[in-house]
């Protein structure tokens, strides 16, 4: 999913890392199930996260998204300073953040519409009129401008998943994080969420962070690897 930077020059012109981690532990709990992170994940880019089942995959993403508190070292995410971050900015930080996950996490008892008009409302949009035009826009990106009043029992996993990513870039985030995001899916499903993804990537700049078990994905669809093994999470180089 590494985007072409000959035909998007603006990728240049960013250098500062969007999260940054530099001897970084990362925390599930109490206990430290990463220790000395170190990564730094600029715009545009797609970085994958390998790791057995328990290792601290996604003990990074809430990490990042400041679910878990941060340990010893630095963690800077979208301008934040994890370790310095108040409560109250935390929504703020995740507004430039898209999150998407394997089961989901659609709200079953409301239209897909209603879904997104959930999570726009919450992070402080007040004018229906803006409220409509960009739920249009996300559900058009990812093909499912004619499923709005569907409610989500009555879509399939993959287009499910879609409306998950749609509701992932509602707020025009700068990283999106993709946590399994195919594992629900059969591989005919998966393969056109991974296109989505790719097309996301290359034609919005959007960096891609997904956590995955699947090393057949990163053959398809290259990127950056950080794989964690024995408690700690290191770039993997050609």
């Keep these: 999913m590494q985007p072409d930077k000959k035909k998007r020059?603006?990728?240049?012109?960013?250098?500062?890392?969007?999260?940054?981690?530099?001897?970084?532990?990362?925390?599930?709990?109490?206990?430290?199930?990463?220790?000395?992170?170190?990564?730094?994940?600029?715009?545009?880019?797609?970085?994958?996260?390998?790791?057995?089942?328990?290792?601290?995959?996604?003990?990074?993403?809430?990490?990042?998204?400041?679910?878990?508190?941060?340990?010893?070292?630095?963690?800077?995410?979208?301008?934040?300073?994890?370790?310095?971050?108040?409560?109250?900015?935390?929504?703020?930080?995740?507004?430039?953040?898209?999150?998407?996950?394997?089961?989901?996490?659609?709200?079953?008892?409301?239209?897909?519409?209603?879904?997104?008009?959930?999570?726009?409302?919450?992070?402080?949009?007040?004018?229906?009129?803006?409220?409509?035009?960009?739920?249009?826009?996300?559900?058009?990106?990812?093909?499912?401008?004619t499923k709005s009043h569907k409610m989500p029992h009555q879509l399939s996993g993959g287009e499910q998943q879609r409306v998950a990513i749609a509701r992932a870039l509602l707020n025009s985030p700068q990283v999106i994080i993709a946590d399994e995001p195919t594992g629900n899916l059969d591989e005919e499903t998966a393969e056109s969420i991974l296109k989505l993804l790719r097309s996301i990537n290359e034609e919005q700049g959007t960096a891609i962070i997904m956590v995955t078990h699947n090393r057949s994905i990163t053959e398809r669809y290259p990127g950056r690897i950080f794989e964690i093994k024995d408690e700690k999470c290191e770039e993997k180089t050609l």
């Design 9 to 145: 020059p603006f990728m240049e012109e960013k250098s500062e890392p969007l999260i940054s981690f530099h001897n970084a532990d990362i925390i599930n709990g109490e206990n430290t199930v990463v220790y000395g992170l170190n990564m730094d994940v600029l715009s545009g880019q797609t970085v994958y996260i390998l790791g057995k089942v328990g290792t601290g995959k996604t003990s990074i993403i809430r990490t990042i998204i400041a679910e878990n508190r941060l340990g010893n070292g630095d963690g800077q995410v979208c301008g934040y300073n994890l370790a310095e971050l108040r409560r109250k900015d935390i929504p703020f930080l995740r507004r430039k953040i898209g999150v998407v996950f394997q089961d989901f996490q659609l709200l079953m008892d409301r239209t897909v519409h209603d879904n997104l008009s959930f999570v726009l409302k919450s992070t402080g949009w007040k004018d229906e009129t803006l409220i409509n035009g960009r739920i249009d826009d996300a559900l058009k990106s990812v093909g499912m401008q």
